[in-house]
């Protein structure tokens, strides 16, 4: 359908529309319209992929005078893919409507693993083996001499790709990473290189959180978006989470003894080029006095490694001179190697600022701040220079490097933390070292500062208001909508009569071990297919489920239904889940155990009958005695008046509504969400949780016994296999056809209730 948004047609590719989604369009183009930035929670299986793509393409389309790229971040290369579809569909319909004006370049990018098509390389068994694979046969000094000795094997692929040079160009169209793959098989190129190459002429790109907010790949990558661009981060709830890993670091013993052994071999490189060839070391060492970014102009193969984000007055800086010649260079890292070694005997917890922690390698190990700072970059320029291409080998100097100019270059917003032992397992020795940032918007603000407007989206936004405090932005749209429904899809219960919680003095009762086991053998035996049962914690799921072994539990429901459990190994995971689609495809029925935080609950949807029910076994608060997260509740209440309990609170929160939102996934779908513990009646709490979910988590579902949750059950599941009306009454409509939304235009219609 067409419809005009004020001055904007919109061109949506369905013939209805939900109401919630044309109000989600109209936020997004008073974002557009202000150059600012907006928070938006959108409830789960509303449309909301189609309705950000619809509307910002629609406004691009409108105002050709003034071009703007569509930069979409995700997830997952799943749903980069999915995100990818529903633009093949909308970009079909624009040119159905407007004719060839409408045509656009869009691509998804990727790692090489993902779109690599040498057999050879890509068979390797992880990213960093492909990468490292990959530059063994593209890197610019292999290639030349290849050229002198045909013995040496380079990629055919990217040999086609620089050989077309210029013509080397993907037509307009939608492109997923399979189809990038059959268009390079197809043309002899290589398409990661080609898809490197054309994000610079696309109109959308599709792409991973880290390529806008990981400064070591947005530095190659995303440096040559134009400032007009708009950015969208979907699934954006652990956003700042996201932000703090980009900038942490941790160094434990088998870090420091990879980076010795790396030295070795840097070593006896730099003794081999003295020996053949000592002009190449001193060209590098005369770029370097004359001030030049180490790789600045170096071909895209050879660019692989980038400079942490510094800010602008650091780039302008030149290479300290102490660490210029490559000798000398070496010899300061080893002193930084063996002062990290030292520092990690230690039989106590250490905490200190980056301040105080250079001060301490200047005083023990000489090494001054601006050395630290360009540590990262100038191992860049050395290991460019010494033609090294298995970069899988030195990951481990690597860590040191970044550690060290992340140390150097921030005075604030950082910890540096010793461990001894892992405080959960305090019986086993495994010093580490962790460099860990503390404020996410350190790694976003170049983004926000950057781009004309940045949309951050999810359905589990709530509470909406302590995001732009954590991220130290001001949007100009903040809004959390509801779900239209045309009957209630959705059934929540708080279950309290029975005492169930995972709060520390409770959980290891076996009275409440008991009653979790006890509910959930009751919920079997009446929900139909697949069930979702969500535990705080690795730890606290192994317990549980060993005790409702010994106990004779675990065998009793598995009378009902066949039990499948996420484990921390991603193989095993992936086959439970197989496992698990299967039990409820041939209607056996299945119960999954996942944990709050894992793979499983942050992007596997359980639609359908793979999910009927979803029940959440206590509050995944985070465990607050981690010295990380009491170093950073510090710092959020120092720098942003943000009190430990309301972001211990939020956090949990948002995590427990990431979990049973795996259950819907469309408005056809049907599901059921307990909540199981009583700290979910009380007010602060529950009111964390988004919109969509409270609407349904009525007072009369607060405090159930497990009697009355297994009475719900049964009608709930009774009514929801009655046959019902998807387009809704007309006092409540879910989904608006062409004539309606022409009337909504008019002004004709009042706004619909939903």
């Not at 530095?219 to 996201?242: L, T």
């Not at 007309?730 to 939304?741: A, G, P, V, W, Y």
Request: aromatic share 10%; hydrophobic share 40%.
């Amino acid at each position: 359908m067409k419809f005009q948004i004020e001055d904007v047609t919109v061109y949506f590719p369905y013939d209805h529309i939900y109401p919630e989604q044309y109000s989600y369009m109209i936020e997004l183009k008073r974002t557009l319209d202000a150059k600012g930035h907006c928070l938006l929670e959108m409830p789960t299986g509303t449309g909301k992929t189609i309705a950000l793509l619809s509307l910002i393409t629609s406004y691009s389309l409108s105002k050709p005078q003034s071009p703007m790229k569509l930069i979409y971040c995700t997830r997952t290369v799943h749903e980069m893919e999915k995100t990818l579809a529903e633009l093949k569909i909308l970009h079909n319909y624009q040119i159905k409507h407007l004719g060839p004006q409408a045509r656009i370049l869009a691509i998804g990018l990727s790692s090489r693993k993902n779109l690599c098509v040498n057999p050879t390389v890509v068979a390797a068994e992880n990213r960093d083996s492909v990468d490292a694979g990959c530059r063994k046969l593209t890197a610019s000094w292999v290639r030349a001499l290849a050229e002198e000795n045909t013995d040496v094997t380079t990629c055919e692929f990217f040999e086609s790709y620089e050989k077309a040079a210029s013509a080397a160009v993907l037509p307009p169209g939608v492109y997923t990473l399979q189809e990038l793959r059959a268009f390079g098989k197809e043309k002899g190129w290589c398409p990661y290189f080609l898809a490197r190459h054309m994000v610079q002429f696309a109109n959308v790109v599709v792409y991973s959180y880290q390529y806008l907010l990981d400064p070591k790949v947005a530095g190659i990558i995303s440096k040559e978006m134009q400032k007009e661009s708009v950015v969208v981060f979907d699934e954006a709830h652990n956003i700042d989470n996201v932000c703090i890993e980009a900038l942490s670091v941790s160094v434990r013993r088998q870090t420091l003894e990879g980076a010795t052994r790396n030295l070795s071999r840097i070593s006896q490189e730099i003794d081999r080029f003295k020996a053949t060839d000592t002009s190449i070391l001193r060209a590098e060492y005369n770029r370097l006095v004359e001030g030049l970014v180490p790789g600045g102009n170096l071909p895209i193969t050879d660019n692989w490694l980038s400079n942490p984000a510094l800010p602008d007055d650091i780039l302008k800086e030149a290479v300290p001179g102490n660490i210029r010649r490559a000798e000398h260079f070496l010899h300061v890292l080893r002193r930084l190697v063996q002062y990290l070694s030292g520092r990690l005997d230690t039989e106590n917890v250490e905490e200190e600022s980056p301040v105080g922690f250079v001060a301490s390698i200047s005083s023990h190990a000489g090494i001054d701040q601006k050395t630290l700072k360009f540590c990262y970059d100038r191992l860049h320029s050395l290991m460019l220079t010494l033609e090294i291409t298995d970069t899988d080998e030195f990951l481990h100097i690597q860590t040191i490097c970044d550690f060290a100019t992340l140390v150097g270059t921030y005075g604030r917003g950082f910890s540096t933390i010793i461990e001894p032992f892992d405080e959960r397992v305090p019986h086993i020795p495994d010093p580490v070292l962790q460099l860990s940032c503390h404020d996410a918007s350190l790694a976003i603000k170049p983004v926000f500062d950057r781009f004309q407007s940045v949309v951050i989206t999810s359905g589990t936004l709530s509470p909406i208001d302590l995001y732009p405090r954590l991220l130290n932005f001001h949007p100009v749209v903040s809004r959390s909508f509801t779900m239209s429904l045309t009957r209630d899809c959705i059934s929540c219960s708080c279950s309290d009569q029975l005492p169930v919680s995972t709060k520390f003095d409770m959980r290891s009762d076996p009275g409440v071990v008991r009653n979790y086991g006890k509910l959930l053998l009751e919920m079997v035996s009446v929900v139909p297919d697949g069930i979702v049962c969500f535990f705080v914690s690795y730890s606290y799921m192994d317990g549980i489920i060993n005790t409702w072994n010994d106990s004779g539990i675990l065998k009793e429901i598995m009378q009902h239904k066949l039990v499948f459990i996420e484990t921390q190994e991603v193989v095993e995971t992936t086959l439970a889940l197989d496992n698990y689609r299967r039990a409820c495809d041939c209607g056996r029925g299945a119960v999954f155990f996942s944990v709050a935080r894992g793979k499983v609950a942050k992007g596997i949807d359980f639609d359908r009958h793979y999910g009927r029910l979803v029940i959440m076994i206590g509050v995944p608060f985070q465990y607050t005695l981690s010295k990380i997260l009491l170093a950073r509740l510090e710092y959020l209440r120092d720098t942003f008046q943000i009190k430990e309990g309301d972001f211990l609170t939020f956090d949990a929160l948002r995590q427990a509504a990431q979990c049973v939102g795996r259950v819907i996934r469309s408005k056809a779908d049907y599901g059921m969400m307990i909540f199981a513990d009583k700290r979910y009646s009380r007010h602060d709490k529950r009111s964390k949780l988004p919109s969509w979910i409270l609407s349904h988590l009525q007072d009369a579902n607060l405090n159930l016994s497990t009697d009355m949750a297994l009475h719900i059950a049964r009608e709930f599941l009774k009514k929801m296999a009655q046959p019902y009306d998807k387009t809704g009454s007309s006092d409540k409509k879910t989904l608006l056809s062409q004539e309606e939304m022409e009337k909504l235009g008019d002004g004709s219609m009042h706004e619909m209730s939903y």
